[in-house]
């Protein structure tokens, strides 16, 4: 099992930064990727960057790249995302997932490989 706790959201006005910190806790060192998706009002959840922590290598969806940024401590049990020039489009709940399935190596955000989730975070941007 693996616990993960989401925290940092906030409400900031479009442009704005905001930086957010899940910690993982519990059996982790089956983790093979770690991810954050988001759910807007009304929307399903989408996935936003992962990182295979074996290597630290990113991966961003288009809507994000080149403002958000993926990054994981050195112990791997601490993921954060630093977030940008954010838009009003970006608001939406942010979960942490973990996922120890191989096949998150080449979709790395494809929900369905993450087995473990946090409770979320909410993150609000207004224009």
């Known amino acids: 099992q693996v616990q993960l706790v989401e925290s940092g959201g906030g409400s900031v006005q479009a442009g704005g930064s905001l930086r957010l910190s899940c910690a993982a806790s519990?059996?982790?060192?089956?983790?093979?990727?770690m991810g954050w998706f988001r759910q807007a009002p009304g929307k399903g959840r989408e996935g936003v960057a992962s990182i295979y922590t074996r290597f630290g290598i990113p991966y961003y969806s288009d809507s994000v790249k080149g403002r958000f940024t993926i990054s994981q401590d050195n112990a791997k049990t601490t993921l954060y995302l630093q977030m940008d020039s954010l838009k009003p489009e970006d608001t939406g709940m942010y979960y942490c997932?973990?996922?120890?399935?191989?096949?998150?190596?080449?979709?790395?955000?494809?929900?369905?490989?993450?087995?473990?989730w946090g409770q979320g975070t909410q993150v609000t941007v207004s224009s």
């Open positions: 519990g059996y982790t060192s089956n983790t093979i990727c």
């Open positions: 997932g973990a996922a120890s399935s191989e096949f998150c190596r080449w979709r790395p955000l494809q929900q369905d490989d993450y087995s473990y």
